[in-house]
């Protein structure tokens, strides 16, 4: 079976976190980072889940959440730092839902990441309310990137995450797709 999270799931995960705010400021903190995490201000109360999941698999997340060096006010200057932590981390995973069609700054960083990594070097981790919406997919151009997913590997008993690519049929380990074997 292959899945997508629930809201519900990623909501009981950021909820074992005691402070968000610290969480994602400690994070914030580091001068390396492996993932740029691109996602809607609209879904902070399920981003803490989404930056769990993605660090025990070997991720070293960047979300602009917590960014000290980021102006009050959204400027060029927000774009030149976005810019430039898109650049500097190896795989750009975009947390969609049907909060993202509302964001301005989506569409851009996604571009940024295909560009600058290559589609192979992008996934989606969509998110709805159960495990087979798919209103976030409204944006024809979502159909071109992979998807991390709940689900078994085929010859195996055991459910992980991974990153499918929908139009081969295939998937990888999601650790392995994030160190980029």
């Known amino acids: 079976m292959k899945a997508f999270v629930t809201n519900k799931t990623l909501r009981e995960i950021a909820g074992k976190i005691p402070d968000r705010r ?3 400021k400690k994070r914030a903190s580091r001068k390396e980072y492996n993932t740029f995490l691109s996602h809607s201000s609209d879904d902070d109360d399920l981003l803490s889940g989404v930056i769990v999941i993605l660090e025990n698999h070997g991720a070293i997340v960047y979300t602009d959440d917590g960014d000290e060096r980021l102006p009050e006010h959204t400027s060029p200057e927000t774009a030149r730092i976005l810019r ?3 650049r500097d ?3 750009f995973v ?3 839902t049907e909060n993202s069609k509302g964001s301005r700054w989506i569409p851009w960083e996604l571009g940024l990441g295909d560009g600058m990594k290559g589609a192979s070097s992008v996934a989606l981790f969509p998110s709805g309310d159960n495990w087979f919406e798919t ?3 409204e944006e ?5 990137y992979q998807r991390i997913i709940w689900g078994t590997f085929e010859g195996k008993e055991s459910e992980e995450w991974m990153v499918l690519d929908h139009h081969q049929n295939t998937a990888i380990a999601l650790g392995k797709w994030l160190r980029g074997e």
């Open 140 to 144: 024809e151009y979502l159909g071109l």
């Open 135 to 137: 209103q976030w997919a």
């Open 94 to 96: 975009l947390f969609v």
């Open 22 to 24: 610290v969480f994602l």
């Open 84 to 86: 430039g932590a898109v």
């Open 89 to 91: 981390c190896r795989r």
